[in-house]
């Protein structure tokens, strides 16, 4: 804008100066042809007495007089009634034509004086003719020659040049000063745009009264933009929070492909962490899974709305891909690509299932053996007392080991839920240990086990239930899973922030392939032996969920036909 108001104002008044200079000349030239002109008619007028111009000798003597008085030169002819030339002082009479038909001779002797101005062939050059009438034979004209224009003009170029010159320079000057000057408000309100723009404080701008309702236009502009920027940059933080903060992953692409926005979990769960999402990226260079390029490419072809479970082998992720398209238009402009960590959900389905699977095998077994002692003894196939009472036994074993199988799946279930796990007592981890090691004695001394304790008092916020079931099921696991003559050791102890308990026995001990398992439901590494004993497989899962109730954490330690050390840690926490 500078540039072409410097321009503009330089070449107005440059051609201002120019149409000046031309207008001026031709004042000029009207001037000087109407001064030569009446020079003419004056010096026609003084010395048109007839007795001047009478004979030849008195012509020349006229026409010297007149001619000694100025300086520049003149024409003097004398043409009779006929057109003759008599008399011409710049070419013989007889060489000249007939000026009859002449206007300024024709004028003077009808009105008795006339003029005219034509270009001359004699000279070559124009002449400005004015004659009168000396008597009703003669007319005496008078001309001068009168400088064209063109003469004129060439005569001051060179002054004008010079003068064109100092005023260029001095228009030059005026101009990049003026136009500073002009532009200075709007540069300053300009500026104070960006400023508000930027979020920079704005100071007062001093402006000339011809922009004042610009500027207060202006002003109202900026308070509105200002408003809308803050409520969009509101809108974006706020959107920005959200997405970051976000544990599902978000991504949103155009038509194209490129992506437009996505939050750090979506980088996560596309296993690109480092992802940086600078200039136009494609899809492609964040992922190159064809199962997520397939369901986008269909969600923008097809403008549908897709979902699919992918593994990831450590996590199951759930992806939905929503098209985006503007109100006006019916083509898909984008797709927002929503990630969902479903790994819980999907690992608690694949645990009903085999807990369904596992629960309905563990029940079926004891009452397929209870169904089929009870149909022998119902259609008489066992009929002697002893055999009826062996058989009867049996199924009084079998629906005892129903009834505790059902006890530990309800006990694992609240434990799960977290029924009465949350109701904090304090616990004196001595005296519950030394009320199951009593509990137990009986049936350690029953399978020749030495069982021993040996614990520091230490108090801890737990359920008082779920604690001792816990040292239960370790115990109760070493005394049935041992050698004969062999021990169980319980040790209860405080180290740090962490309350330790270690129960380890003597028996036959847990092979490597089966120590990352046995805390899984219904999981037996013998199962011939679990039902000599009695085991239902649930002991140390009750016991890692309620470890896990109350952040613990639970390391195994087994030895083939060694022994097995089990520790369960507890954080501390002050009573």
């Keep these: 804008m500078k540039k072409r108001m410097f321009l503009m104002i330089t070449l107005i008044s440059v051609a201002a100066s120019l149409l000046a200079c031309i207008l001026t000349s031709f004042v000029y030239y009207g001037f000087y042809s109407e001064d030569a002109k009446n020079q003419i008619k004056t010096i026609t007028e003084l010395s048109r007495e007839p007795e001047k111009w009478g004979d030849e000798e008195s012509v020349k003597s006229s026409v010297n007089n007149i001619l000694k008085s100025v300086d520049y030169t003149m ?9 003759v030339v008599v008399y011409d002082n710049w070419a013989s009479g007889e060489t000249l034509d007939n000026h009859g038909n002449r206007p300024e001779i024709k004028n003077a002797f009808a009105y008795g004086y006339g003029d005219d101005t034509r270009y001359s062939n004699t000279i070559s050059s124009d002449m400005y003719y004015f004659a009168v009438k000396l008597n009703d034979n003669r007319v005496l004209r008078i001309s001068r020659e009168i400088k064209s224009i063109n003469s004129v003009f060439a005569g001051v170029i060179p002054l004008l040049a010079v003068l064109f010159v100092m005023l260029f320079a001095v228009v030059y000057a005026c101009a990049n000063e003026f136009t500073k000057k002009i532009l200075k408000p709007v540069n300053e309100m300009t500026s104070a745009l960006d400023d508000m723009l930027e979020g920079n404080n704005v100071q007062e701008i001093k402006i000339y009264d011809e922009f004042r309702p610009l500027s207060h236009k202006i002003k109202d502009q900026k308070i509105k933009i200002s408003e809308y920027v803050d409520e969009l940059r509101h809108e974006r933080d706020t959107i920005g929070i959200i997405t970051e903060n976000m544990k599902e992953g978000f991504i949103l692409i155009n038509r194209h492909k490129n992506i437009l926005s996505i939050n750090q979990s979506g980088k996560n769960m596309m296993r690109n962490y480092n992802f940086n999402l600078q200039g136009s990226r494609n899809i492609l260079e964040l992922t190159r899974n064809t199962e997520i390029i397939e369901n986008i490419d269909t969600a923008i072809r097809e403008n549908t709305h897709l979902t699919f479970d992918m593994d990831t082998g450590k996590n199951f992720y759930r992806y939905y891909f929503s098209p985006v398209k503007e109100q006006s238009e019916s083509m898909v402009t984008g797709l927002l690509i929503l990630i969902e960590d479903v790994t819980f959900q999907k690992k608690a389905e694949i645990m009903r299932s085999e807990f369904s699977a596992n629960v309905s095998h ?13 149909e022998m ?17 049996m199924i009084h074993k079998e ?20 029924i009465d796990g949350y109701e904090y007592n304090e616990v004196n981890l001595k005296e519950t240990a030394e009320e199951v090691v009593n509990l137990l004695r009986h049936k350690a001394e029953d399978n020749n086990v030495t069982l021993t304790l040996k614990s520091e008092k230490v108090i801890m916020e737990a359920n008082k239930n779920y604690i001792s079931e816990l040292l239960y099921n370790l115990v109760d696991n070493g005394i049935k899973y041992n050698k004969k003559g062999g021990k169980v050791d319980v040790e209860i102890f405080k180290r740090g922030v962490f309350i330790n308990i270690v129960v380890k026995d003597t028996g036959t001990g847990i092979p490597e392939e089966h120590q990352l398992r046995v805390f899984e439901r219904f999981y037996r ?34 030895w083939e036909n060694v022994g097995t050390q089990i520790t369960v840690q507890f954080p501390s926490k002050e009573v």
């Design 75 to 83: 024409r003097f002819t004398i043409v009779d009634k006929s057109g």
């Design 362 to 374: 563990e029940l079926k077994t004891p009452l397929t053996t209870m169904i089929g002692f009870a």
């Design 377 to 393: 003894i119902k259609e008489g196939l066992i009929t002697d007392s002893d055999s009826i009472k062996k058989y009867c036994g």
């Design 399 to 418: 629906g005892l080991r129903l009834i505790s199988l059902i006890e530990d799946i309800i006990r694992l279930s609240k434990i799960e839920e977290g």
């Design 525 to 558: 590494v013998d199962k011939s032996r679990s039902k000599e004993t009695g085991g239902t497989g649930l002991g140390l899962s009750i016991v890692k969920h309620i470890a896990e109730l109350y952040d613990g954490a639970i390391d195994l330690k087994s």
